[in-house]
């Protein structure tokens, strides 16, 4: 079933190139894709907000993004 615009969405990226490396798949919300995130890393992960919106956290090479959470209507 896809899944609606807005769910949030976790990919890991090489933090270099920019190549995508991973599809972690759609959340809930986006406090569980950066657990997920987390969790895929092994460790403890800090998040900053990008200009628009996105989550991101560096791990060595690699880096994680999770999209946010839908405006509240």
Do not use: K, N
């Not at 798949?25 to 996105?54: I, K, N």
């Amino acid at each position: 079933m896809p899944y609606p615009l807005g769910i949030p969405r976790a990919h890991l990226i090489h933090a270099q190139t920019g190549e995508f490396l991973e599809d972690l798949g759609f959340f809930e919300t986006a406090a569980q894709g950066r657990t997920a995130c987390a969790r895929h890393a092994d460790q403890m992960l800090t998040w900053t907000r990008s200009p628009d919106g996105l989550w991101i956290a560096e791990c060595d090479d690699e880096v994680y993004h999770v999209e946010a959470d839908p405006p509240e209507e």
